[in-house]
């Protein structure tokens, strides 16, 4: 089993910075692909940010490219996610996911095998 705990969500103004963190436990950390996703109000779960083990690859939302970064600790067990110039649209609960994935589905909800609980974010204008 791996458990997963975001943290670092709060109220922003447009603009300002956040960082997400998110605790993995119950596995090597290295064993897993990790990922960011986001649910806004009356909207499906999107993708946000992905890191794979194979290569250290990243992988960005159209939506957060040059604004928002995935990157990890392995000495800590933990992944992170800075996010920039953030905007009102970035609203949402944040969530962290863990799973083996590929090339082609490292985007997808369905692809990771564990999640967290979320943390809010909430941009104001």
């Known amino acids: 089993q791996v458990q997963l705990v975001e943290s670092g969500g709060g109220l922003v103004q447009a603009g300002d910075s956040l960082r997400l963190s998110c605790a993995v436990s119950g596995r090597t950390f290295r064993s897993y692909d990790m990922g960011w996703f986001r649910q806004a109000p009356g909207k499906e779960r999107e993708f946000v940010a992905a890191?794979?083990?194979?290569?250290?690859?990243?992988y960005d939302a159209d939506s957060v490219k040059g604004r928002f970064t995935i990157s990890r600790d392995g000495a800590k067990n933990t992944l992170y996610l800075q996010m920039n110039i953030l905007e009102p649209e970035d609203t949402a609960v944040y969530y962290c996911?863990?799973?083996?994935?590929?090339?082609?589905?490292?985007?997808?909800?369905?692809?990771?095998?564990?999640w967290g609980q979320g943390t809010q974010v909430t941009v104001s204008s």
């Open positions: 996911a863990a799973g083996i994935v590929g090339d082609s589905t490292v985007k997808l909800t369905t692809a990771y095998r564990y």
């Open positions: 890191l794979r083990q194979i290569a250290r690859s990243t």
